[in-house]
């Protein structure tokens, strides 16, 4: 599982450009902003290394740090330029967009106190460029995505398959994962080459796909979940993999003594 920040772009809020007078580059310019005040480095540093001490953002939206694909993928996606806040950055592009205090609506789940740390670094971080931060934080996150009440996610995608299609469903047009309402020509055409493409192209394409995400303001990613195995000496044969089902993906081999 990895954590991430996602947009809306279709309920008239301050990241839609129907909310910009219909001018999709404003729009865009907003997105950015708020991406240059993400806090990425921190929430890695205070709520996931001391879990992990080894613990890095994730850079790439659709492989796992550590990844036969990851290093290359993240060397041409764009993501280097969000690596540290920019509160100058974001401050000239919400000014070059015309757009004063923009109020943006972020949604997690409040009862999670991870969450709560992550939305509290967040809109400090925000707020000192000149966004307005309302938490609209629920329980029943889950039962919201999609429903335009909110501006901002932020929640995390469980891998269930090693394959490279696995994330088409959370960017393709009016696909089911696509919560924010993202819609993009150029995307879809890399995704339908992705379908077909043989695994030689596989590196090239997801780097296309993910600079695309990048240059549009998708989102972002985070962090990848710190994992805990534990299990009682009697048994063996236990260990984890980086995909859904995890630690149940051999339990066939378990074994007690």
Same mark, same amino acid.
């Given at each position: ?6 947009f ?8 839609d ?22 806090p ?13 001490p080894e ?7 659709n492989?796992?740090p ?6 290359e993928?993240i060397?041409g ?11 100058k ?6 000014? $070059?967009?015309? *757009?004063? !205090? @923009? ?11 991870r969450? =709560?740390?992550?939305?509290?670094l967040?809109k ?12 609209v934080?629920?329980v029943n ?25 696995d ?10 994962n ?5 819609s993009s020509?150029?995307?879809d055409?890399i995704? $339908?080459?992705? *379908?077909? !493409? @043989?695994?030689?192209e ?5 780097t296309?796909?993910?600079k =695309? ?19 009682r000496?009697?048994?063996?044969n ?13 339990y066939?081999e378990w074994?007690?003594?």
């Amino acid at each position: 599982t990895y954590e991430h920040v996602d947009f809306t772009f279709d309920n008239k809020g301050p990241f839609d450009p129907a909310a910009n007078g219909g001018d999709e580059e404003k729009a865009k310019k907003v997105r950015q902003a708020f991406l240059k005040t993400l806090p990425r480095q921190d929430i890695v540093d205070k709520i996931i290394k001391p879990l992990n001490p080894e613990a890095v953002t994730r850079d790439s939206f659709n492989q796992v740090p550590g990844s036969p694909m990851y290093d290359e993928i993240i060397k041409g996606n764009g993501m280097e330029d969000l690596k540290e806040v920019d509160l100058k950055g974001a401050k000239k592009l919400l000014k $070059d967009a015309g *757009v004063d !205090a @923009p109020k943006v609506r972020v949604m997690y789940d409040n009862t999670n106190s991870r969450r =709560q740390q992550e939305f509290q670094l967040i809109k400090e971080s925000a707020e000192k460029a000149g966004f307005k931060i309302e938490d609209v934080g629920d329980v029943n996150w889950g039962t919201r995505l999609g429903d335009g009440t909110y501006d901002v996610s932020l929640f995390g995608w469980q891998s269930e398959s090693t394959g490279i299609t696995d994330s088409d469903a959370n960017y393709r047009t009016g696909a089911q994962n696509n919560y924010g309402g993202y819609s993009s020509k150029k995307t879809d055409k890399i995704l $339908d080459k992705i *379908v077909g !493409a @043989p695994e030689s192209e596989h590196a090239k394409l997801s780097t296309e796909l993910e600079k =695309q995400l990048t240059t549009d303001a998708f989102g972002a990613p985070l962090f990848q979940h710190p994992e805990l195995v534990i299990y009682r000496d009697k048994l063996k044969n236990a260990k984890s993999t980086t995909v859904s089902p995890t630690i149940f993906w051999n339990y066939w081999e378990w074994e007690t003594n």
